[in-house]
């Protein structure tokens, strides 16, 4: 056996002639700068970045074999743990998914609805997405600034849902309630501190040296291979391809609400970050139009006269005296505005398949008790006719896809989901290798990864 | 183009290879032999007139609980191309028997299909001939079984690993 020299003694197996040796590191599962659950196993020569391997799963929790377990309207919860910072849009694409598997057509108004909360979400989205990017390159600020503006619009979501995380709000075929009373103004406020947000965040960074150092022409990736990964979303609009599903292949009321499409051009961070910026200032004009351009008048439902207490309505339809009940209004909770018979009718489709009739109905009447009982019996509920349907919807990350198989029963035989951060992560060693350590930072940052949607 | 003149393209060019085609709710798909989806892949992708760019998703279904389907081949894998160039989409789909569950790989045409059908293999346990580095994506290599597959219980529980104390 040959006599080891003493450098290999000290420096281990292999090291190279001149006394140095490849370095393993692992970034994450649990390190600070990875957002979510993943592993980066890096191999460094000094600080160069030589080869990469991803390694996801760690937040896996089966969301797919759960969906085929339940009936259609039993998957949503699951899908707002998908993306977790814009769960509104997981909702709507799932439901239009089915909706599209059934062929039915949702109220004007809902789409409305469906955009601006989305806009909103995708507000959020990028907002955490910028924020926690620069907070990792020092800049602190930004981070609670950005945060701050989030808890503007997190307030406003929980106006309408109920909730600020696990909303549930969408639904096949609807939304679970009307919009609040008020709530335009209530965005027109928030949208005004979001603005001025951004407004100083770009004062702050934009142009920042060190900023500008750390992510300019850093975790570029072209053209070509951009789409050759499957890429969607801002960082596909950073290279300057003119891709978002909201014109390409318009859904909801997308077509009717003139918008710009933020482009970049070489695709490095500073670009994502550029495109993330504009897009928010193009959310909020969408979600302002289509608020003006709502239709199916006033939200503000008539509580005056009559209205009684739900569970004395309850009472009633339980001891027979159904009659003259259905011209009684309920006097709901602000959380269920919009569950009453008139709010409910403007947001749902008027298809007894899909859609619960209201409460009001199911205690009131038999016909909307037989409807209620069709739709939540076992065996029984929304059935689509067996076949498959593909729906994308433009996520805050990329294309959020979802792909359903129906057999006619009333669970769905196969959901899949296409995560839209799936792509770049995957991608992630071709944009940092070859790099310095320091640069998987920002361009870790700059691809969103969400561990909801990736491990799903 | 519109989706049938993409199925009208892609049967002159493949052939007997496609086994069916058929559209749904505006969804064009094509079926196609395990022959023939590589080619079919390749071709989608360089022709000119057709350009898909994008292999948007690639996965897989489990027909062994389909009524009507339990006998003839128990898995189809689907992929979902989009043209980033003429903005138009479809659908390719490609039956495979549960006894030889092998796909040929499509990772040589595009970079992601290599995640994708490493999902799949961990989901569905089918195999992609030709794969550089065919490992389990989400689950953990200790894992037994695969469980989309519908023969899978949800509540089955797998042994705990971690370092051996």
Known sequence: ?456 | MDGHAILARLRERCGERILATHDYRGDHTAVLSREGIVPALAFCRDDAALAFDMLVDLTAVDYSRFPGREDGPRFEVVYHLYSVAHNHRVRLKVPVEQDDAVVPTASGLWPIANWQEREVWDMFGIRFDGHPDLRRLLLYEEFEGHPLRKDYPINRRQPLIGPKV
């Open chain 1, 1 to 456: 056996m040959a006599e080891k020299r003493t450098r290999e003694l000290f420096l281990g197996e292999g090291s190279s002639p001149d006394g140095t040796q490849h370095l393993y590191v692992n970034f994450g599962p649990a390190h600070p700068a990875m957002h979510g659950i993943i592993r980066i196993f890096a191999e460094l020569d000094g600080e160069t970045v030589v080869k990469t391997d991803v390694e996801i799963g760690y937040l896996h929790r089966a969301f797919e074999k759960d969906c085929e377990a339940g009936p259609y309207n039993n998957a949503i919860p699951y899908t707002d743990r998908l993306n977790y910072v814009s769960p509104l849009i997981n909702n709507f694409a799932y439901s239009s998914a089915i909706e599209k598997l059934l062929g039915i057509e949702i109220t004007d108004r809902c789409k409305y609805i469906r955009v601006i909360m989305s806009e909103i979400s995708r507000i959020c989205d990028h907002l955490t997405c910028v924020g926690a990017g620069s907070m990792e390159l020092g800049a602190f600020t930004v981070f609670l600034y950005m945060i701050k503006a989030r808890e503007f619009l997190w307030e406003l979501v929980e106006d309408v849902t109920g909730a600020r995380l696990t909303i549930s709000y969408g639904r096949v075929g609807g939304v679970k309630a009307d919009l609040p009373a008020g709530f335009d103004l209530k965005v027109k406020k928030a949208f005004a501190e979001t603005r001025q947000v951004l407004e100083e965040v770009h004062t702050l960074v934009t142009g920042n040296r060190i900023f500008m150092d750390r992510m300019v022409g850093v975790g570029a990736l072209s053209r070509e291979e951009t789409i050759a990964w499957g890429i969607t979303g801002p960082l596909l609009r950073a290279v300057g391809v003119p891709f978002d599903l909201r014109k390409t292949q318009p859904y909801w009321a997308y077509d009717r609400i003139p918008f710009d499409i933020a482009l970049g051009k070489n695709g490095d961070n500073f670009d994502r970050y550029l495109v993330r910026m504009a897009e928010m200032e193009q959310s909020m004009r969408i979600a302002e139009q289509a608020l003006d351009g709502l239709p199916g008048g006033a939200i503000q439902v008539d509580w005056e006269g009559k209205a009684i207490d739900p569970a004395a309505y309850v009472d009633l339809g339980k001891q027979g005296k159904t009659e003259g009940l259905l011209l009684v209004p309920i006097r709901l909770s602000p959380n269920l505005q919009g569950q009453d018979p008139g709010a409910h009718a403007r947001v749902n489709a008027q298809d007894k398949r899909v859609t619960l009739p209201t409460k009001a109905e199911a205690y009131g009447s038999i016909e909307g008790l037989m409807n209620h009982f069709m739709l939540v019996m076992e065996g029984y509920g929304i059935r689509p006719p067996p076949g498959e349907a593909y729906f994308a919807a433009e996520g805050a990350n990329g294309e959020l896809g979802f792909y359903v198989v129906s057999d006619g029963t009333d669970r769905p035989y196969r959901v899949r989901c296409r995560p839209p951060c799936m792509n770049p992560v995957a991608a992630i060693p071709r944009m940092i290798e070859g790099e310095m350590v320091a640069d998987i930072i920002p361009t870790f940052g700059s691809v969103n990864m969400i561990g909801g949607e990736l491990d799903r």
